[in-house]
């Protein structure tokens, strides 16, 4: 069975402080992708990046980073300086490379940060 | 230019009631999905179509019916509204499989009173 795990429910930080947000993941799929997506207060679900299981070179966007560890499944996100405009729910998810499958997301947590 | 757009954003109803919920996208993709987000924010896929036919059905009442007219529209009937019913929905869409990243609407709050 696919499950993603986002074991951290809530964070808050001080404003320009780094935070990681943890994802650990279940599949017997050797092949997969994972997928990180952002809720701020608007509503919208905003698609921020796509990783592939055999890919585990980390990947820097601007202040994000993102760290996949095969080894002990998991794709963690890290915001470096972080500012208030990055208060939100950040969701986790996986997505089997086989069939129909959907993404399996993990419960998502919630980033507040504090000016 | 919207991508993946739904109407109505905020729907407010009576229990008992029957209501739609309209989606569309315009990024050519082939597959469209519902997912139900509660108030604790848990997003549960409900429906999948690729190419207008059904592939994913979750376990979701019968008083829930997807539409899907053509490959850019999926739409989604609720009869007999709950209280239960109450959430967000949102339409998804992107390429088959679970490769693919989904792009999702803005979402519809339904809140049954």
């Known amino acids: 069975a696919q499950k993603v795990t986002q074991a951290q429910t809530e964070i808050s930080v001080v404003e320009k402080e780094d935070v990681t947000l943890d994802c650990v993941y279940e599949?017997?799929?050797?092949?997969?992708?994972l997928f990180w997506y952002k809720q701020p207060p608007s509503g919208e679900l905003v698609f921020l990046i796509r990783r592939n299981s055999f890919d585990e070179q980390n990947e820097i966007s601007g202040r994000y980073s993102w760290n996949f560890q095969k080894s002990t499944s998991s794709f963690n996100f890290t915001i470096t300086a972080s500012q208030v405009v990055d208060s939100a729910v950040y969701f986790c998810?996986?997505?089997?490379?086989?069939?129909?499958?959907?993404?399996?997301f993990g419960k998502g947590t919630r980033l507040s940060v504090i000016a | 230019d919207t991508a993946v757009s739904q109407t109505p954003k905020y729907l407010v109803t009576q229990m008992g009631n029957d209501k739609s919920i309209k989606c569309e996208q315009n990024?050519?993709?082939?597959?469209m999905y519902w997912y139900k987000q509660d108030s604790k924010k848990f997003l549960k896929i409900m429906f999948s179509?690729?190419?207008?036919?059904?592939?994913i059905n979750e376990t979701v009442p019968n008083r829930f019916s997807p539409k899907s007219p053509d490959k850019a529209h999926l739409n989604l009937h609720i009869n007999s509204l709950e209280l239960g019913d109450s959430a967000v929905y949102f339409c998804?869409?992107?390429?088959?499989?679970?490769?693919?990243?989904?792009?999702f609407g803005p979402g519809t709050r339904l809140t049954v009173t």
């Open positions: 179509y690729n190419n207008k036919e059904l592939i």
């Open positions: 998810a996986l997505g089997p490379l086989s069939g129909n499958t959907p993404l399996v």
């Open positions: 599949t017997r799929d050797t092949t997969y992708y």
């Open positions: 990024l050519g993709h082939d597959t």
């Open positions: 998804a869409s992107s390429q088959p499989g679970g490769i693919h990243e989904q792009y």
